[in-house]
């Protein structure tokens, strides 16, 4: 099992330079914001208001260039074919490691956590679906349309942030243990899953803050798999 968690703290690495990689080019220069440099919703970015828009008037604003189309459209590929593989690999990783416990509660979390990831990965390409419907459309859009993106992209943002929040629990086991490393992971976990929920509970646009704590619990990750293994599998 060593092997493994050093291996996955190795592709712990590739996809946080993956992620910010894209997280560039999802930056839609063609896709112009309102005078207060905002798009629908108090979005900062085209490609996040896309996928939550609040009718069919946010849609007629973000799809109003046929070059932000083609831009959106690129974001699509993207997202079909590097982001959720990407995302879905990398949990589903953290998913076996938790299944492998002899803690039925750790156990019990990794499975439930594989669903959870399994309904975020439906959810996210009936969004992308949906979404490309939209671009290709000539017509006036509808708010049908725009509830046919926003709920499925709702119900993915929840998926993901639960599926981590549940992976805390392997992570809280290691910070009782001693680490202080796995209560820093477990916190970033639970701080994104809070922001993750006010977000669709009261004001959508709070999503796109909920990556920040991402990005240091993925650092820690690596350095915890690959520099301390025996804690990560001790704590199974």
Request: one cysteine or more.
């Amino acid at each position: 099992m060593k092997t493994f968690v050093r291996a996955w703290g190795v592709f712990s690495i590739v996809f946080a330079i993956a992620i910010l990689g894209l997280s560039f080019a999802f930056k839609f220069d063609h896709c112009k914001p309102g005078g207060d440099g905002k798009y629908p919703g108090g979005f900062k970015m085209p490609v996040i208001a896309l996928e939550l828009p609040a009718s069919a008037d946010a849609l007629s604003v973000l799809l109003a260039s046929p070059d932000c189309r083609r831009q959106q459209a690129r974001g699509l590929v993207l997202d079909n074919f590097l982001n959720i593989p990407l995302y879905a690999i990398w949990i589903a990783g953290l998913c076996f490691i938790l299944i492998q416990s002899r803690a039925s509660g750790i156990r019990l979390a990794g499975i439930l956590s594989l669903v959870t990831l399994l309904v975020a990965v439906v959810a996210d390409y009936t969004e992308n679906h949906f979404m490309g419907v939209a671009i290709g459309h000539q017509g006036n859009f509808t708010n049908q349309m725009a509830d046919h993106i926003r709920y499925p992209s709702m119900l993915k943002w929840l998926a993901i942030f639960l599926t981590l929040s549940l992976i805390s629990t392997l992570f809280i086991k290691i910070g009782l243990a001693g680490s202080v490393v796995g209560w820093l992971i477990a916190a970033c976990f639970l701080l994104s899953f809070l922001i993750d929920l006010s977000a669709l509970a009261f004001k959508l646009s709070l999503i796109e803050s909920v990556w920040y704590p991402q990005f240091p619990a993925i650092a820690l990750i690596s350095y915890l798999f690959l520099h301390e293994p025996q804690t990560v599998t001790a704590a199974l």
